[in-house]
Each structure stands twice: as structure tokens, then as C-alpha cells.
């Protein structure tokens, strides 16, 4: 990657792991851990550890973020939560469209859509995730999977999102151990680019970072980190311990 117009983003998505003492040592943990990082971090807690996580890192360069949104700014929706309760929470950021959620919660292309349009609404950033199943990679149709699921965030019926950023996860390598090389997660980063500057511009679509998830850890970061479009990671397993967590960012520092 060109360090001077990205800088690495690395997330924490915690999905629905710990409980308040967990997230608090973590990020006690964190703190000690730190120092200057070479990438932009954000944590992504389950909803009721959020208050823990903006408490436990206040004063350091860590984000905080929703891991879903309503696509409604309030209303009747039992058990969801708006951007705006987000923000007044302490959040800065939200994930939209994991493939978790894509699978669980049936939410497809124009409901991430819609999230990403209620975070911006809220002044939140979506990381927007995108990714082909092991399925669809085997039938070769990876890139007709990623054209589709950029489309719908990209050219929607509510406009062009003023800011967001990308995380390329192909769904077989998440919490599966198979990470995808260096030059298999390059050659998907290399083609969201181009749609990003198809649809965008080149100028936009060189400034919005794609960060790889999918089984990162300390030992593969560096690896993958150094692929040109590949800006960050956004992290499962491995951030769910701070000292792994705080590898893996580490690791953003060794690129140049
Ligand atoms: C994720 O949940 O976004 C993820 C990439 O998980 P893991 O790192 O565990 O594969």
C-alpha cells in the first residue's frame, strides 16, 4: 500500500464474545500495550459492552464501534439499535453487512445499503464487509459476487456515501483458520479498487481503505499487510486477546 494516502485500519470485531470484567482487562491490557500505532484501531464490542470499552479506552487512539444498526433512525424494533444510540453511546463507527449477519439475519445487499446511509445520518463510518462464500469462490464467480455487494453501497437509491471504508472478508476464511494468501486476498483488494475508481473516481477510490479479515493473526499480518491494497485487517479471534490484537497492529508498522 501507498502509506502516505492510507493509513491501516485495524478492528477488533468481537462479535458476541466476553462479558464487562473480560472487556475491561482487555482493555486495560490494551492501554499498557499501545503505544503510538502505526494504524488507525477501533473496537467493535457487542452492544452491552460498549459503555465498558468507551470507559476502558478513553483517552487513547482507539475507536469504538457498533457491530450492527437499524436502518431507522428510531421506532418500534424490538431488540435493534439506531446509529444515533450508537453514537450517544461513545461509538464513532459501525459494522455493516458482516457476513454473519448477512447469513444469520438474512440482511441483503440493499439493507447494508440502507445501514450505511443511517450510520452516515449519524455521523457514524460504516466499515461496509463484503466477501464471496467457499461456494461461490469454487464456481468462479468471486468477482461477480464483490461487483454485486459494492453496487448496492456504492450506487444506491439514497445516494453516494460522503465516507466509509471496506472490509474484504471472504466468508471461508473467516474463524475457519484458512486464511487466504497474501496474493489470493491481493488480487480480490486489487479488483474492489477498481470498482471503487470505476464508480467514484480515481482519486476517491484510492483513498478508501479495504481491510482483509479472515483468520489474521500476529504471524500472518505482516505477510498480508504488505499486499498494495490491502490497508488493515479487521479481526476476529485473534482480538479478542489483547497482546494478539495489539500484534497485529503492530504489524501495520513494518510496512513502508
Ligand atoms: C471477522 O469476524 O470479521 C473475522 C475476520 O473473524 P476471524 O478473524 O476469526 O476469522
Same mark, same amino acid.
Given at each position: 500500500?501507498?502509506?502516505?494516502?492510507?493509513?491501516?485500519?485495524?478492528?477488533?470485531?468481537?462479535?458476541?464474545?466476553?462479558?464487562?470484567?473480560?472487556?475491561?482487562?482487555?482493555?486495560?491490557?490494551?492501554?499498557?500495550?499501545?503505544?503510538?500505532?502505526?494504524?488507525?484501531?477501533?473496537?467493535?464490542?457487542?452492544?452491552?459492552?460498549?459503555?465498558?470499552?468507551?470507559?476502558?479506552? &478513553? !483517552?487513547?487512539?482507539? /475507536? @469504538?464501534?457498533?457491530?450492527? *444498526?437499524?436502518?431507522?433512525?428510531?421506532?418500534? %424494533?424490538?431488540?435493534?439499535?439506531?446509529?444515533?444510540?450508537?453514537?450517544?453511546?461513545?461509538?464513532?463507527?459501525?459494522?455493516?453487512?458482516?457476513?454473519?449477519?448477512?447469513?444469520?439475519?438474512?440482511?441483503?445487499?440493499?439493507?447494508?445499503?440502507?445501514?450505511?446511509?443511517?450510520?452516515?445520518?449519524?455521523?457514524?463510518?460504516?466499515?461496509?464487509?463484503?466477501?464471496?462464500?467457499?461456494?461461490?469462490?469454487? &464456481? !468462479?464467480?468471486?468477482? /461477480? @459476487?464483490?461487483?454485486?455487494? *459494492?453496487?448496492?453501497?456504492?450506487?444506491?437509491? %439514497?445516494?453516494?456515501?460522503?465516507?466509509?471504508?471496506?472490509?474484504?472478508?471472504?466468508?471461508?476464511?473467516?474463524?475457519?483458520g484458512?486464511t487466504?494468501?497474501?496474493?489470493?486476498?491481493?488480487?480480490?483488494?486489487?479488483?474492489?479498487?477498481?470498482?471503487?475508481?470505476?464508480?467514484?473516481?480515481?482519486?476517491?477510490?484510492?483513498?478508501?481503505?479495504?481491510?482483509?479479515?479472515?483468520s489474521v493473526k500476529p504471524a500472518n499480518a505482516a505477510s498480508l499487510g504488505?499486499?498494495?491494497?490491502?490497508?488493515?485487517?479487521?479481526?476476529?479471534?485473534a482480538?479478542?486477546?489483547?497482546?494478539s490484537?495489539?500484534g497485529i497492529?503492530a504489524a501495520?508498522?513494518?510496512?513502508?
Amino acid at each position: 500500500m501507498n502509506p502516505s494516502m492510507r493509513r491501516p485500519l485495524v478492528a477488533a470485531n468481537w462479535k458476541m464474545h466476553l462479558v464487562r470484567a473480560e472487556a475491561r482487562t482487555f482493555c486495560r491490557t490494551l492501554v499498557g500495550e499501545l503505544g503510538a500505532p502505526p494504524a488507525e484501531v477501533v473496537v467493535f464490542p457487542s452492544f452491552p459492552l460498549i459503555d465498558s470499552v468507551v470507559d476502558g479506552l &478513553a !483517552g487513547m487512539p482507539v /475507536a @469504538v464501534g457498533g457491530q450492527d *444498526l437499524h436502518p431507522r433512525a428510531s421506532g418500534a %424494533h424490538t431488540g435493534d439499535v439506531s446509529a444515533q444510540q450508537l453514537a450517544d453511546a461513545g461509538c464513532t463507527w459501525v459494522l455493516c453487512g458482516h457476513s454473519e449477519r448477512r447469513a444469520d439475519h438474512a440482511e441483503d445487499d440493499a439493507l447494508v445499503a440502507a445501514k450505511a446511509h443511517a450510520a452516515r445520518a449519524a455521523d457514524l463510518v460504516p466499515l461496509i464487509c463484503v466477501g464471496e462464500t467457499g461456494e461461490q469462490r469454487k &464456481a !468462479g464467480k468471486t468477482f /461477480a @459476487v464483490l461487483e454485486r455487494q *459494492l453496487a448496492a453501497v456504492l450506487g444506491s437509491e %439514497h445516494g453516494e456515501l460522503d465516507r466509509f471504508d471496506l472490509a474484504y472478508e471472504p466468508v471461508w476464511a473467516i474463524g475457519t483458520g484458512e486464511t487466504a494468501t497474501p496474493e489470493i486476498a491481493q488480487e480480490a483488494h486489487a479488483f474492489i479498487r477498481s470498482e471503487l475508481a470505476r464508480r467514484l473516481g480515481d482519486e476517491r477510490g484510492e483513498s478508501i481503505r479495504i481491510a482483509y479479515g479472515g483468520s489474521v493473526k500476529p504471524a500472518n499480518a505482516a505477510s498480508l499487510g504488505a499486499a498494495p491494497d490491502i490497508d488493515g485487517f479487521l479481526v476476529g479471534g485473534a482480538s479478542l486477546d489483547a497482546e494478539s490484537f495489539s500484534g497485529i497492529i503492530a504489524a501495520c508498522g513494518a510496512r513502508t
